[in-house]
């Protein structure tokens, strides 16, 4: 690689960064909220739409889910496997999951 070339791609990359990063803001968010609800799934029910005995979280009030996140998390509630799992998540992550949960529609 000759030195120009060296110096043309130490010129470009942060400048290809910097576009490719202002693009993917915004939808940023709406991936990766659906990528942390996709880890409820498993329990909670596609979208939200739980089976059986436990309960739904698609339509359920955003503030709501925030709100029992955070007693999970702190011990303030009782359970039997969500003190645990609350553990995992940031603040801005139970936002961004509450969120998406909050805007689903509920089956039943
Ligand atoms: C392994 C199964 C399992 C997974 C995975 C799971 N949950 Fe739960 N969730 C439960 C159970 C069981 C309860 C009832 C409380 C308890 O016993 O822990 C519950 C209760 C809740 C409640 C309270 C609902 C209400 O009506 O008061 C919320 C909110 C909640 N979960 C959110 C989530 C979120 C958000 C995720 C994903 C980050 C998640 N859960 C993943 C099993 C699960």
């Known amino acids: 690689m000759t030195t120009t070339r060296l ?10 960064l910097g576009i490719a990063h202002a693009q993917q803001t915004g939808e940023a968010d709406v991936r990766s909220a ?7 799934a498993s329990c909670h029910g596609t979208l ?5 005995a436990m309960p739904s979280l698609a339509g359920q009030q955003k503030t709501y889910i925030v709100e029992q996140m955070r007693a999970f998390r702190d011990g303030k509630r009782p359970a ?3 003190h645990q799992l609350a553990k995992g998540y940031t603040d801005q992550q139970i936002e961004l999951i509450a969120d998406f949960f909050s805007r689903q529609k509920p089956a039943r």
């Open 34 to 40: 659906r990528v942390l609800a996709s880890n409820c």
């Open 7 to 16: 110096l043309a791609c130490a010129l470009a990359l942060p400048f290809s």
């Open 48 to 52: 939200g739409n739980a089976q059986g």
């Open 80 to 82: 039997t496997i969500m």
